[in-house]
C-alpha cells in the first residue's frame, strides 16, 4: 500500500501508476460511460488513445519503468471491464510477474463477475481490486444500469440491477476474505443516488472495504452518454464535500483521485500517456533505465526527497 498512489495520499507525490488498455470488452452499460478511444485530450475513465495486446501491455510497460523510475504500480482500468472477457488480463498479469517482479498490479471492475475470479487473481500477484458500487436498491441502480450480461444472458431493468448488486456484493466478499485490499468507486449521480450513497458507504464498511472513492458524475453532453445526452446535472463541489462528510467514518475516504483514463501514465494529477505513444529504448537505454527505477524504489523512503 506504500507504494500504491491510489491507496495512499502520501504515496501519489512520490510513485506513479501506469494503467495498460487490454480490456476493450463490458459486461454491463452504465448511463454514465461512452468507451470512446483515440480521445487524447479527455480525462476520463473508459477513454483510451490505443488498445493493446498483452504483450504490446508488457514492452510498454518496460519502456515506462526504464523512463519513469517512480513507476510502481499498473493497473487494468478497462477501457471495458477487465473481467468481461478475462483471457487477455490473465495472459498480461503473467507476463508482467516474469518481467516485472517487483511491480504492483492491481484491477479495476464494475464487480459482476469478480467472484468467480478472486483466486486466480490472487494466484497471480493482485492484492489492490477496485469495484464500482453506486447502489444497494435495485430500484436506485436500475436508474444508473440499463442492462447487464450474465450467464449467456441480457437481463434489463431492475431484474438485471438485482443480478448486479448481487454479484457485486459477492465479489466484494470473496475479495475481502481472500485479503485483497478493496477500494469501492462510487460515482454520485444528483437525484438518484446522491443521499443513497450514504446507505452504500454504511453498506461496504460492514463488508471490510478498505477505501471509498465518491467521485462525481461526469456528464458532458459532448462526451455521448446517456446522462449526458439527457442533460443529468453533475454534482457541484459544495455538495460533492457534504456528501463525503455525511460517510466520514471508519472506512477511508479518498480525496486525492484524478479520475485516470485507461491508458493514464505517470503521477496522479499529471498524465504523461501522450508522451510514451511512440517511444522505443534500445536495450542498452532499457537496462540503464530499469536500473535507476530499481535505485529509486530501494531509497524511496518517507515519499519525499527521492534521489
Known sequence: MARHPCYSAKAHKAFARMHVPVAPACNIQCNYCNRKYDCSNESR???????????EAVRKVLTVAARLPQLSVVG????????????????????????????TPCLSTNGLVLADYVERLKALGVGHV????????????????PWVYAEGKRHEGRAG??????RQFAGLRAAVAAGMLVKVNSVMIPGINDEHLVAVNRAITARGVFM?????LISDPAHGTPFGLAGQREPTAQELEGLRARCAGPVKLMRHCRKCRADAIGLLGEDRHAEF????????????????REKYLRYAQGFEGAP
Open 130 to 145: 477496485t469495484i464500482t458500487i453506486n447502489a444497494t436498491d435495485p430500484d436506485v441502480a436500475e436508474r444508473i444500469y
Open 76 to 103: 487494468i482500468a478497462g477501457p471495458g471491464d477487465p473481467l468481461a472477457k478475462p483471457d487477455a488480463v490473465f495472459e498480461t498479469l503473467e507476463r508482467l510477474r516474469a518481467a516485472l517482479p517487483d511491480i
Open 277 to 292: 505513444a511512440n517511444v522505443s529504448l534500445s536495450v542498452e537505454e532499457m537496462e540503464v533505465g530499469l536500473k535507476r
Open 161 to 166: 440491477a438485482a443480478v448486479l448488486l448481487e
Open 212 to 216: 471509498h472513492n465518491i467521485m462525481p
Open 45 to 55: 475513465p473508459g477513454v483510451t488513445s490505443t488498445r493493446l495486446t498483452p504483450a
